[in-house]
């Protein structure tokens, strides 16, 4: 059965950084463009970044570039994302996609001083 599994997530100081993980089982990871979607309260889920199978090509929303960088590793069947100078407006929960069609539980995020 295709899972994934988020984890990373956690209270920061505004300006910090956090990296998340998401952790791919049950499908050919390889073969499918992942990416990081958040949700914060109140709020409709928008899209954060995507990352390419083969070419590792990546996109990012506007709000992110240049703060937020994701990455994949093939070989342990995970995706990241780095995240630096958080700012409280980043508060959310962050939900790993894969493009066969399935979201992680989500893990949150929490930018406060």
């Known amino acids: 059965q295709a899972q994934l599994v988020e984890s990373g997530g956690g209270l920061v100081q505004p300006g910090g950084s956090l990296r998340l993980s998401c952790a791919a089982t049950g499908f050919v990871f390889s073969t499918y463009a992942m990416s990081w979607y958040r949700e914060a309260p109140g709020k409709e889920r928008e899209w954060v970044a995507t990352?390419?199978?083969?070419?590792?090509?990546?996109n990012y929303a506007d709000s992110m570039k240049g703060r937020f960088t994701i990455s994949r590793d093939n070989a342990k069947n995970t995706v990241y994302l780095q995240m630096n100078s958080l700012k409280p407006e980043d508060t959310a929960v962050y939900y790993c996609?894969?493009?066969?069609?399935?979201w992680g539980q989500g893990t949150q995020v929490t930018v406060s001083s």
């Open positions: 996609y894969a493009s066969l069609g399935i």
């Open positions: 990352i390419a199978t083969a070419s590792g090509n990546t």
